[in-house]
C-alpha cells in the first residue's frame, strides 16, 4: 500500500485493517511487463476508482459525485495513481 494507507485506514474506520489480500499492487509498467510477456500488447487503458476515505461513509451517495467530480481531475495528472482500479484491453502480438 502507499506508505501510511493502512495506518490512515485504521484511524478512519476505528478497527484492525489486515493484511488485504483481495487489493492487487500491480503497477502499470508491472502490468505491461506482464502482458508482454504473456505476448501481449495494450490497446486501450483507463484507470478509475476514487475512493476518499471518511467522505464515503460521511456522506453516502452525496459523495459518490464528489469523488467522481475528483477523479476527473485527477486523471491524467500525477495524482492519478489514487485512483484504484486499472482497465486495459489487449491484443496478442502480432507474429
Known sequence: FLPGFIQLARRVY???VIKA???????RRKLREQLAIAGFVPVEEWVSGMYLPGIAEALGTRALSIEAAFERKIRGTRL??????QFVVARPCAG
Open 14 to 16: 476505528n478497527e484492525a
Open 80 to 85: 492519478e495513481h489514487a485512483l484504484w482500479t
Open 21 to 27: 489480500e483481495h487489493i492487487n499492487l500491480l503497477t
